[in-house]
């Protein structure tokens, strides 16, 4: 399962890459708002680091706007999906957009059904939002199952990008069910490493090592 960042922080993304944790990344309009940068400027610096796929998000809500915008978005660099919604419009700015070859994320999905027409619209990537399925008492992991299932059974080559991922868990679950990607937080990805067992262990090591009076550099 590939590890896409959620965000536009471009030192949280460098050191995750520096890691080798980086396999693309997403931002959306919140993301650049938090960052406090032009959507152009920090795009770019972010594809120049990274070489996976990074998904920057139109803004226009008619189709013939979202395509002008894509095709803006895609010009930053080669690794660019771009980003749209799941509406209407977005679908059908999906459909031209990827038959101009560029990669498509499709964005804020919430129904299998949603999933199975950017599928058929040529979608790259489809996002489905977990964490915020879970916020009104759905359940956000059924529907990557659901996708996961019914892409399978007609060989869609769109990849599940599962996003708003908010928990440990949300990933663990999201590997389990066969999701192609997840997009999270730098700090949800961080955690990844944190157990409250190996913590004990490391304390319990570290008083040990400190009576054996002992030195190795
Ligand atoms: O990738 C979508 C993500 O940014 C949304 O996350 O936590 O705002 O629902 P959240």
Redesign the pocket.
């Known amino acids: 399962m590939k590890f896409f960042v ?1 965000t536009a922080d471009v030192a949280a993304i460098a050191e995750l890459n520096d890691l080798g944790m980086v396999d693309g990344v ?1 931002t ?1 309009p ?2 650049i708002l938090k960052s406090g940068r032009n959507i152009l400027e920090v795009t770019k610096e972010i594809c120049d680091l990274v070489s996976g796929p990074v998904s920057a998000e139109v803004v226009a809500l008619q189709a013939d706007e979202m395509i002008a915008e894509g095709r803006k978005l895609a010009a930053i660099a080669p690794n660019i999906a771009v980003k749209v919604p799941l509406t209407w419009d977005g679908l059908k700015a999906c459909k031209v957009l990827s038959g101009e070859g560029f990669m498509v994320n499709v964005t804020l999905c919430f129904s299998a059904n949603q999933a199975l027409l950017a599928a058929k619209a040529g979608a790259t990537f489809i ?1 489905p ?1 977990v ?2 399925l879970d916020d009104i008492n759905f359940d956000g992991l059924d529907l990557i199952a659901d996708i996961r299932t019914i892409y399978d059974n007609y060989d869609f080559d769109t990849q599940i990008l599962a ?2 991922i ?1 928990t440990v868990n949300h990933i663990s679950d999201c590997a389990k069910i066969g999701a192609d990607v997840i ?1 999270a937080p730098p700090a949800v990805i961080k955690s990844l490493a944190s157990h409250v067992l190996t913590d004990k262990g490391m304390d319990q090591f570290m008083k040990d090592w400190a009576k054996t009076g002992q030195k190795i550099l």
């Open positions: 959620d997403t959306n919140s993301l996002s939002f964490g915020r996003a708003s908010r997009t």
